[in-house]
C-alpha cells in the first residue's frame, strides 16, 4: 500500500509541475519585413509591415494583437516614435498604443499589418527607440517580439532581406545539399530574428562547423 501511495504522490506532483514546464507557449510567430534596425528620418513617415502567423496544428480564436511604441512608462524611453495610421482599418490607436482585438487564426493562416509611423522632428540623432510587438491569447501566455528604430540624417540602402523561398538555396550552399523538411522549417523560422542575408548565411555557416543542422547533428 506504501509503494502505491508513493507512485500515486509522484504521478500527482509531474502532474501538476510537469504539465506546465511542458507548454511551450502558443504557435503563434511574428515577424517583420525589415531588418534588425529600422532606420529613420525624423519627421518624414514610414510604414513598418509585420505578419502575425498560425504556424501550429490548433485555431487561436479571439486574440489581441497589440503594439506598444516607446513613452515615459515603457522602457523609460522618450516618445519620440508616433503612429500615424494602421492596417486592417479596425485597428484601435490611444497614447502610444496601437491594438486588435477579436483576431483569430486557423493553421496556417496569418494576420499581416503595417503600421505608419514618424519619428518626430527634432529628435536626436543616433537615439534608438524600442517598439514592441505582441499576440496575446491569454494574459498568462502570450509571444512578444521588439524591434529597433533609429533615427539617422539620412537612411542608407535597404539591406538585403532573406525570403523563404530563398532558404533551400542558401542552405544547398552552405551545406552542400538540399534541406529536409524539418530543416527548411527550423531555417525558415529563423528568419523572424535574422533575415538580413550576410547575418543568416553566417549563422547557418557557424552551424555546419559546429556539426549541426539547426536541428540535427551532422552525419559523417
Known amino acids: 500500500m506504501k509503494q502505491i501511495l508513493a507512485i500515486l504522490a509522484v504521478a500527482a506532483f ?69 503612429h500615424l495610421s ?6 484601435k490607436m490611444e497614447d502610444n498604443l496601437v491594438w486588435w482585438d477579436g483576431v483569430s487564426l486557423a493553421p496556417g493562416k496569418s494576420f499581416p499589418v503595417t503600421l505608419g509611423v514618424r519619428v518626430k522632428a527634432g529628435t536626436k540623432i543616433g537615439t534608438n527607440l524600442t517598439l514592441r510587438a505582441q499576440a496575446i491569447p491569454t494574459d498568462n501566455d502570450f509571444v512578444e517580439k521588439t524591434f529597433t528604430v533609429k533615427a539617422v540624417r539620412t537612411v542608407t540602402a535597404k539591406t538585403d532581406i532573406v525570403a523563404a523561398s530563398e532558404v533551400p538555396g542558401l542552405f544547398n550552399g552552405v551545406y552542400g545539399r538540399m534541406p529536409t523538411a524539418s530543416e527548411k522549417a527550423y531555417w525558415v523560422g529563423r528568419l523572424g530574428d535574422k533575415n538580413e542575408r550576410q547575418p543568416f548565411i553566417g549563422a547557418m555557416q557557424y552551424a555546419r562547423n559546429k556539426g549541426s543542422t539547426g536541428v540535427g547533428t551532422l552525419s559523417q
Open 86 to 91: 494602421a492596417v486592417p482599418a479596425s485597428a
Open 14 to 82: 509531474i502532474g501538476i509541475f510537469g504539465a506546465s514546464g511542458a507548454n511551450a507557449g502558443p504557435s503563434l510567430s511574428i515577424t517583420y519585413d525589415g531588418g534588425s534596425t529600422t532606420q529613420m528620418v525624423p519627421g518624414k513617415t514610414y510604414l513598418m509591415k509585420f505578419n502575425v502567423k498560425n504556424y501550429g496544428t490548433r485555431k487561436w480564436e479571439n486574440f489581441q494583437v497589440k503594439f506598444t511604441l516607446p513613452s515615459g512608462s515603457y522602457l523609460s524611453q522618450p516618445d519620440s516614435l508616433e
